[in-house]
């Protein structure tokens, strides 16, 4: 088994387990697990943004990229409409979430580009890139593999990359893994759950 993925399967199991939990005062599904960290990337506005910046709100962060034929804008359909959901709901829980998507795709994810894929979304979501370095420092420190799917003769690309939305918390801290793919109520119920 390829040595990068083991991390997501680690987080999966994790969520798994906080799943079966329940109860007021329960402890965060991803509690203690080394996720997330320091970074500094450029968003779709050029301007250069690190991760202290966002102390103090809690975090949605999503890995995809913006030439992501069906699955990313999926998922990131899903986390925007969960947003409008809890801002409809719980006005000032949805103001302590930041949203933020991270492109494994630097070379052809530009911030123009990030900022016209973003803005479809949610008007809050921020998206980051950087050089592939960047980018794969920030990925490795959040249980993320990615990368390239290239097919002899084609010009084309696509990415490899593993599907997970994490939640972290105001200090920058795993929370948990929100579940994207049973659609945006069962994201919204996460951030309800766990946005203090």
Known sequence: MNETRVPLLVLMLLALLGACSGGAGEAPPLEGARLGGSFTLTDQNGRPVSDTQFDGRYRIVY????????VCP???????QAMRMVEKSDPSKAERVQPIFITVDPQRDTPAVMKQYVSSFHPRLIGLTGTREQIADVAKKHGVYFGKAEEPGVTEYMVDHSRIALLFGPKGEPIAILPHDKGAEAVAAELRRWVQ
């Open 74 to 80: 999926v998922d990131l359909q899903t986390i925007g």
């Open 63 to 70: 890995f995809g990229f913006t030439y992501c034929p069906d």
